[in-house]
């Protein structure tokens, strides 16, 4: 593709066909392209139902990832996505690219939920149904791949990270972030006490934080990693992205700094209830460890 364009303005089966890794067989009969998802999973089954949801998923859209903080940090980590190829895995409604903006020279957007994909769409990506472990692209064409909030909703992390760093260029960008990390939502005791029935919490102290009980129950299931025991650890993230000839830099931060969060700065958590649970778990707030998130920019060796 030799031209700059929008997204939007070649059809979907022309902008794929270039990527497409031969040993799939995308199925472009309908409105989004689908590989046919062979194991549906728990976790699969969960997020394709959940983000699939009109009613949800928009909710979603405008909710989540949308703040000036967020957009400043990834705008540090990715840079300018104009004239690239980029490739947002687990891309949900498209919150990543609505947020950052941009004209990039193709967007491909990878879920299992049609829904999210159909909203993706109209925003600009090229929509692909596909599970994020057995990604349908060929290897080393992306000046960016994209994984927001995306490895915990995912079974095998380690799977779905390699898959997405099997995709960057030489030289290009692989982007993880806004994954809960595992000592900082380690709860125990009281703090663990109070995690477990902080829905009670929320509908009589923070009714702004709260969900009707289908809506949060099916939110929840799609959360595989999000849960005290379970999250992303540095070592996760170093450990199987070195071996595959990438150099990996990781910002331990709290979810409300910007750019500053490549400079180091942890910053506070977003809310009074985060630091709460922690020093009633015995967990140092202070400590990188403790940061709700660690935002990974791995450079793929030239």
Same mark, same amino acid.
């Given at each position: 593709?030799?031209?700059?364009?929008?997204?939007?303005?070649?059809?979907? #089966?022309?902008?794929l066909t270039a990527f497409l890794s031969q040993t799939h067989r995308v199925d472009f009969s309908g409105k989004i392209p689908v590989d046919p998802i062979t194991h &549906?999973?728990?976790?699969?089954?969960?997020?394709?139902?959940?983000?699939?949801?009109?009613?949800?998923? /928009?909710?979603?859209?405008?909710?989540c990832h949308r703040d000036q903080a967020f957009k400043a940090r990834w705008q540090a980590a990715t840079g300018s996505w104009d004239d690239k190829i980029v490739v947002d895995v687990c891309c949900g409604p498209g919150n990543l690219y609505a947020t950052l903006g941009g004209k990039p020279r193709v967007l491909i957007g990878i879920d299992v939920a049609y829904g999210s994909l159909e909203m993706a769409q109209q925003i600009g990506y090229t929509p692909l149904l596909a599970d994020a472990h057995n990604i349908p692209l060929t290897s080393g064409f992306a000046d960016?791949? !994209?994984?927001? +909030? +995306?490895?915990?909703?995912?079974? #095998?992390?380690?799977?779905?990270?390699?898959?997405?760093?099997?995709?960057?260029? =030489?030289?290009?960008?692989?982007? @993880? #972030?806004?994954? =809960? /990390?595992?000592?900082a939502w380690n709860y125990r005791g009281l703090g663990l006490l109070l995690y477990k029935?902080?829905?009670?919490?929320?509908?009589?102290? &923070?009714?702004?934080?709260?969900?009707?009980?289908?809506?949060?129950?099916?939110?929840? !299931?799609?959360?595989?990693?999000? /849960?005290?025991?379970?999250?992303?650890?540095?070592?996760?993230l170093t450990h199987t992205l070195e071996p595959l000839d990438f150099t990996v830099n990781?910002?331990? *931060?709290? /979810? +409300?700094?910007?750019?500053? +969060?490549?400079?180091?700065?942890?910053?506070?958590?977003? *809310?009074?209830?985060?630091? @709460?649970?922690? &020093? &009633?778990s015995g967990i140092n707030p202070t400590t990188p460890e403790a940061a709700l998130s660690i935002l990974c920019v791995a450079k793929r060796n030239p």
């Open positions: 593709m030799s031209k700059t364009c929008k997204p939007s303005e070649l059809k979907t #089966d022309s902008i &549906l999973s728990p976790a699969i089954e969960a997020n394709s139902f959940y983000f699939g949801n009109p009613k949800w998923a /928009q909710t979603y859209f405008e909710a960016i791949v !994209a994984l927001n +909030a +995306a490895i915990h909703h995912c079974e #095998d992390m380690v799977q779905v990270l390699k898959e997405s760093a099997r995709l960057v260029r =030489p030289g290009g960008l692989l982007v @993880i #972030d806004h994954d =809960p /990390q595992l000592q029935i902080r829905h009670l919490i929320y509908q009589g102290c &923070l009714p702004h934080l709260h969900f009707a009980p289908e809506e949060r129950d099916f939110a929840l !299931a799609t959360e595989i990693h999000h /849960q005290p025991g379970k999250g992303v650890t540095a070592e996760l990781l910002y331990p *931060h709290n /979810q +409300a700094v910007g750019a500053e +969060a490549l400079e180091g700065i942890q910053g506070h958590p977003p *809310h009074w209830r985060y630091r @709460i649970g922690q &020093l &009633l």
